[in-house]
């Protein structure tokens, strides 16, 4: 019997759905009762495995596929909002003048492509920061280049800006009925030599501009070969003046404002710190995002992929970043807001990275290795802190406690 093709569509669609609840939450049933927490954590220690067993990018790239499947069709997004993002509660925060509907964003490297932002929004992220994308597509370094720290709850990258580049980016994606907010991180392509970087930043923010809820300067993988040194005082200068003189063109251009944030390293010196903190308040920059991975590899690694070339995330590096946060937030003065990221895995931890300055979190390693039911464990975690303590609100509770 022949399938009738919008029957057939729905039929592969709920498919993907129901893929992508496997390896994103663990659940292979998507139609009638829900299983309970306790039933969820049984299944994701089920399904984990079986995706572990992959190549990380292997695993990585069929989950994407199936999101990207989802996120073509309406009808299966909803079917996979309603059944994981529908349950993250509400717990309103601003940051860059967004209203986001919580504090739990995804942050930059797992969807380069833009291929799968409805999909991603539906797994109940506030907030989808798509990209590195680049002007020109690139293949990105040589496989294997994404390592699995089990033991250490850590990832070790080295993926170096692959992309379709920015006309593939934007054929991915459209504005209309989008329902979450989309973040699109730029970088420059690796055969840009470093003193042209401007141009590449430039070139990618005006062409992703009307298709952004904010843009961000990514300067800080340390996959792309003197990418970091952009960091420094001499380059970033005349960087951020460049970014920010093409942010003030689009915006009269388009007759509307998309704020700008800058991606900064977790291995910074106090002095770089301050230095940093004081370009992008000269350059009125929206926000920082603090931080990307790192190049230092504590001693208390145990897994035996620790000596991978590459940038590590994940449980091992919060605390350089919480400690990144606390002295940005001191230099920064409330003038620029902080978007705060790495090793975030419970409330706890994105908790004490809000007392510490950001005013909006961002998750990778850790959703790889727990699900997107840690959005949804995150989110109660901090609505608890709120409710017990009597605050209106979660700035109200975070205001309190940074006093
Ligand atoms: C595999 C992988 C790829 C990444 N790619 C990017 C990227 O393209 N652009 C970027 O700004 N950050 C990238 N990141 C860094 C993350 O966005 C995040 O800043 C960092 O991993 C720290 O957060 P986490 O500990 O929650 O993972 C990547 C991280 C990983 C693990």
């Known amino acids: 019997m022949q399938l009738h093709g919008t029957c057939k569509m729905r039929l592969r669609s709920c498919f993907c759905v129901a893929v992508s609840r496997f390896f994103f939450n663990g659940l292979v049933d998507f139609g009638g009762n829900r299983p309970s927490i306790k039933a969820r954590f049984m299944l994701y220690s089920l399904a984990r495995p079986a995706l572990f067993s992959l190549d990380p990018e292997a695993a990585h790239d069929i989950a994407l596929n199936s999101l990207s499947t989802v996120s073509k069709s309406r009808f299966a997004t909803k079917q996979l909002e309603r059944a994981t993002g529908a349950g993250v509660p509400d717990l309103p925060v601003t940051c860059m003048g967004i209203n986001f509907r919580h504090p739990v964003g995804l942050a930059a490297g797992l969807d380069k492509d833009a291929r799968a932002f409805p999909a991603l929004s539906a797994l109940g992220f506030s907030g989808v920061e798509m990209g590195t994308v680049t002007p020109k597509p690139q293949p990105g370094n040589e496989k294997p280049r994404m390592f699995r720290l089990v ?226 464990n995150i989110v109660n975690g901090l609505l608890s802190k709120v409710n017990q303590g009597g605050f209106a609100s979660l700035s109200e509770a975070i205001s309190a406690a940074r006093n």
Not at 163 to 183: C, E, P, Q, Y
Not at 264 to 285: C, Q
């Open 151 to 376: 033991e250490d709850q850590a990832i070790i990258n080295r993926m170096g800006f692959n992309s379709g580049g920015v006309d593939a980016f934007l054929a991915n994606i459209t504005k209309d009925d989008r329902t979450g907010v989309a973040g699109i991180n730029v970088g420059k392509n690796a055969d840009t030599p470093i003193e042209r970087a401007a141009s590449d930043y430039v070139n990618a923010l005006q062409r992703v501009y009307s298709q952004a809820d904010y843009i961000t300067a990514n300067i800080s993988s340390p996959n792309t070969k003197s990418l970091r040194d952009l960091q420094n005082a001499n380059f970033l200068d005349n960087l951020l003046l460049d970014i920010k003189q093409a942010q003030l063109k689009c915006e009269k251009v388009h007759g509307y404002y998309v704020p700008i944030a800058l991606k900064v390293a977790p291995d910074l010196a106090e002095d770089e710190i301050e230095t940093i903190a004081e370009l992008v308040i000269s350059h009125k920059f929206d926000a920082l995002i603090a931080t990307n991975t790192t190049i230092e590899r504590p001693e208390s690694l145990k897994s035996t992929q620790k000596h991978q070339a590459g940038g590590l995330s994940g449980a091992p590096v919060k605390e350089m970043s919480t400690k990144c946060i606390r002295e940005f937030y001191r230099h920064l003065n409330g003038e620029v807001q902080i978007i705060g990221v790495g090793g975030i895995k419970t409330a706890d931890d994105a908790w004490e990275k809000l007392v510490a300055g950001a005013d909006y979190l961002q998750i990778y390693s850790q959703f790889i290795y727990e699900g997107p039911s840690m959005i949804k």
